[in-house]
Every structure is written in structure tokens, then in C-alpha cells.
């Protein structure tokens, strides 16, 4: 199943906000295509959670992923 990530980045973002990270997780590995607007939710809910090495892990797979 193909999602769109201009309908899953909003309930990323949603969940990301509200502290929901595992539910953010589900979402955005879901995704088959990411852009900036998905990495950086993720990146950011890891900071507001002072999860430093999970931003670092996320900062990896956009490395490998280009």
C-alpha cells in the first residue's frame, strides 16, 4: 500500500506534538517517500523529548537515504 506523504505528514506532525512518538514512528516508516517536512518532525519530536541519539539516528537515515 502507497501513502501520501502530503496526507501523513499532517498526522505526523499531530503526533510528534501531542508526545506521541511511537505512534509518529509508525507513520513515518511507513512512508515510502519522505521529504523534509517528514524528517524534520521526527528530528524534532526527538529533541523535545531530549532523545539526542534517536535525532542522531533519524540525521543517518537521511544520509543513506540520498
Known sequence: MEFDVFVT???NDMY???GNST????VIHILNT???VSWNAMIADFARSSLKHGAAGVVGQISSSW
Not at 505512534?23 to 509508525?26: G, K
Request: hydrophobic fraction near 15%; avoid cysteine; glycine fraction near 8%.
Open 9 to 11: 505528514n499532517p498526522s
Open 16 to 18: 510528534t506534538k501531542s
Open 23 to 26: 505512534e509518529a514512528s509508525i
Open 34 to 36: 519522505k521529504n523534509g
